[in-house]
């Protein structure tokens, strides 16, 4: 399970709760967040699938079923665009992912709901990180969401995992245009299309029940 920028694998909490009942959860800090230290590579959404893989690879995984929210998701599609990375997602599930920074919504900054997010976030950095440097590792993630991912419709297309890769957003995005849903999942080959309900970019902890059971559907 990969979170998004400037979260940690905590933002998953309730969701790894319900799901490690039935299931084997891994949950990870992409490289710069959470427990995880950053070097002066530049981020890219294929240097954090290749992390990822290399996470998996570690632990005797060769295959699993990878959820991302975010920059999570985003790093699922490289990682399924990257024909060495590609056979170890058995199925994919992304919430809030785009193509590209186009998709961004430039008003999102304005959403009161990043208020409180952005006092998580610091907080929990720095109780995670209290030796680390929260500004390079902002100025590291805007850089990355400015300029990435750029995948056209032709790029989506070659994405083979058909209906076992889940794209949702919440019916209520702030972050991402609401015209991005159904251009990626026309542009991605059956792959299948979840809206959850009356929630936003961040409907993992707004209502995690609901994404619990999404996931559950997704795994079963």
């Known amino acids: 399970m990969l979170h998004g920028a400037l979260a940690s694998s905590r933002w998953w909490g309730k969701e790894v709760e319900r799901l490690m009942k039935k299931h084997y959860v891994i949950v990870m800090d992409t490289r710069g967040q959470g427990r995880s230290t950053m070097d002066n590579k530049t981020f890219t959404y294929d240097l954090f699938a290749e992390d990822t893989a290399a996470l998996l690879k570690t632990l005797g995984i060769s295959k699993a079923a990878w959820i991302g929210w975010s920059d999570g998701g985003n790093t699922i599609l490289s990682a399924l665009l990257n024909p060495k990375i590609a056979p170890m997602v058995a199925r994919g599930f992304t919430t809030g992912a785009n193509h590209s920074p186009s998709a961004l919504n430039q008003t999102y900054a304005d959403a009161k709901i990043l208020e409180p997010v952005l006092d998580r976030v610091v907080s ?34 070659k994405i083979k995992l058909g209906p076992k890769l889940t794209l949702s957003w919440g019916d209520h995005e702030e972050v991402i245009n609401l015209s991005e849903p159904a251009f990626m999942h026309d542009a991605i080959p059956n792959s299948k299309l979840v809206l959850a309900k009356n929630v936003s970019h961040f409907g993992l902890v707004q209502d995690p029940e609901q994404f619990s059971t999404i996931l559950e559907n997704f795994l079963a």
Do not use: R
């Open 124 to 157: 929990e950095y720095e109780a995670l990180q209290p030796d680390g440097n929260l500004t390079a590792i902002d100025e590291a993630l805007t850089k990355l969401g400015e300029n990435l991912p750029m995948w056209t419709k032709a790029d989506l297309q």
